[in-house]
């Protein structure tokens, strides 16, 4: 749940702003009023005949004071997404992290005399250690996901447990080694890397020509994305030049899930019963998507890699060149996206004030600029109630139920204050409407810029149509119209 004292500082932050207004705007007032006393000539005659211009650069000034109470909710939701990020990273660790398979791979030790002339002139034989890396001929690996979420107070993270199978064949020719002085057959072993040994769910098998061989911990390699994993130890006699291998294991992980094509020719087949895939690096030769599920598959040669098919321990190959990686896609979080919907928060605040403002020169409405800081109070306010609703109930519905409030509080107050049932019903349909909006760039990330653009383009020009008259009427009456620009002075 949310921290109580955050919400009390929020609370705190906001009332202490409100006072901060009011004080403020009765500041204001007295300026004003004694700017009216004190102006003549063509200043007080400007300041008489334009009204609107005077209040409209005082709620432009207020507009600028509601980015406060917006920069405090937009940061607190920023702080409970990092804790939801936190959570997840503590999740995976204690299930399982991202799973990265390389495998199987043969390892055959080597040593190595070396004769060394020390400054002296003697001479002495240096003896080095050292492994082929032997890679397979062909390689087929298969990895059947099946996802599920682990729950940790109001968080989940989505994890999964992979079924993984794979076969390789390999024909072994010792390379010509510099130094050699042995290559320890007896030694080889079969390893099979992950990137995660903790995720290991239950004890895999590995099998050489049908004989199934003693597993080891670990791989006692160096070689980046070979370090960690296991390995079994080749049966004695065993003949190394040709020979098949077949492993299976079962792996637990999170959101992702990689394989590295190791074989001259490598078949890779990814399926999950999860209907959001992302595939990185190298594509996949073909996909299927169902509506709860999906299936990729991938054909790679050695040929769009650079390094060999036999290299030693030490070489420092990169193997990661080339990687087939498939992701569990989560849409964007429930935070994700209230922070987007917090950016377009001065947006509202200023429209809706224009609507007012709008409202208080066509329809003879008067409104106390106590009452226009409120209002955006409460539009600040629904960003708060968004992120509390939606970290219990689904987004849609959290966002239904806040703007509904905020429409619901606004157009109240609005119809009470103006004493116009039309007015409330003409600023709750304004704000549903921009609520609606909203909501549907929210849900087109591709053309949430497109649809932002066209509504400022489109309240421009409807502001532009409703003040087209501003001065029309000044100069057609200008003894009516200052009398009664002087009855409806602003009320601040």
């Not at 004694?34 to 005949?49: D, F, H, K, M």
């Not at 193997?319 to 919907?341: D, K, N, W």
């Not at 009452?371 to 849609?396: C, I, K, M, N, R």
Request: proline share 3%; glycine share 6%.
């Amino acid at each position: 749940m949310m921290d109580l004292t955050t919400v009390f500082l929020i609370l705190a932050a906001v009332i202490f702003l409100g006072i901060c207004i009011i004080v403020g705007l009765a500041c204001l007032r007295w300026l004003t009023n004694r700017y009216a006393e004190q102006t003549n000539g063509l200043g007080g005659r400007i300041a008489n005949s334009n009204p609107l211009m005077i209040k409209a650069v005082i709620i432009g000034f207020l507009t600028l004071l509601m980015l406060i109470p917006t920069a405090l909710v937009h940061d607190l939701m920023n702080e409970r997404n990092d804790l939801y990020h936190s959570v997840l990273y503590e999740t995976d660790n204690e299930w399982g992290r991202e799973q990265t398979v390389a495998a199987p791979v043969l390892v055959v030790p080597f040593i190595t005399e070396t004769r060394v002339t020390s400054d002296q002139g003697k001479e002495k034989i240096v003896i080095g250690h050292d492994k082929l890396i032997v890679l397979p001929d062909q390689l087929s690996l298969s990895a059947d996901l099946k996802h599920e979420f682990r729950e940790r107070s109001i968080y989940r993270s989505l994890v999964y447990t992979a079924q993984i199978e794979g076969s390789a064949d390999f024909s072994f020719n010792p390379p010509s080694i510099q130094n050699l002085q042995k290559i320890l057959y007896d030694q080889a072993y079969v390893t099979i890397a992950l990137s995660d040994n903790s995720g290991i769910a239950a004890s895999p098998t590995v099998t050489v020509d049908d004989r199934k061989l003693e597993l080891m911990p670990g791989t006692g390699l160096r070689t980046n994305q070979l370090g960690s994993g296991f390995s079994a130890r080749m049966a004695p006699g065993q003949d190394l030049s040709h020979f098949s291998v077949k492993f299976d294991s079962l792996l637990r992980g999170s959101r992702n899930i990689s394989a590295i094509p190791l074989g001259m020719n490598t078949e890779i087949k990814i399926s999950a019963d999860w209907p959001h895939p992302s595939f990185r690096q190298f594509l996949p030769k073909g996909h299927e998507i169902d509506n709860d599920s999906f299936t990729a598959s991938w054909e790679i040669s050695h040929l769009s890699r650079n390094y060999p098919q036999i290299f030693t321990d030490n070489s420092g190959v990169n193997l990661q060149e080339v990687i087939a990686e498939a992701r569990l896609f989560e849409p964007i979080s429930h935070y994700g996206t209230s922070i987007r919907a917090a950016k377009y928060g001065i947006m509202f605040i200023a429209l809706t004030y224009l609507m007012l403002l709008v409202f208080e020169f066509t329809r003879n409405v008067r409104l106390h600029l106590v009452q226009y800081a409120l209002v955006g109070v409460s539009l600040s306010v629904f960003y708060l109630l968004l992120l509390t609703l939606s970290e219990h109930l689904s987004f849609a519905f959290s966002y239904g139920l806040a703007a509904g409030t905020t429409v619901l509080s606004i157009a109240s107050y609005v119809t009470v204050a103006s004493h116009s049932k039309q007015n409330g019903l003409a600023v709750a349909g304004l704000l549903t409407a921009l609520y609606g909006f909203l909501y549907s760039i929210l849900q087109m990330e591709d053309y949430a810029l497109t649809m932002g653009s066209g509504l400022v383009l489109l309240v421009l020009l409807l502001l532009m149509y409703l003040t087209r008259n501003l001065n029309r009427t000044s100069r057609e009456n200008p003894v009516a119209t200052e009398t009664r620009k002087a009855e409806e002075s602003i009320e601040i």
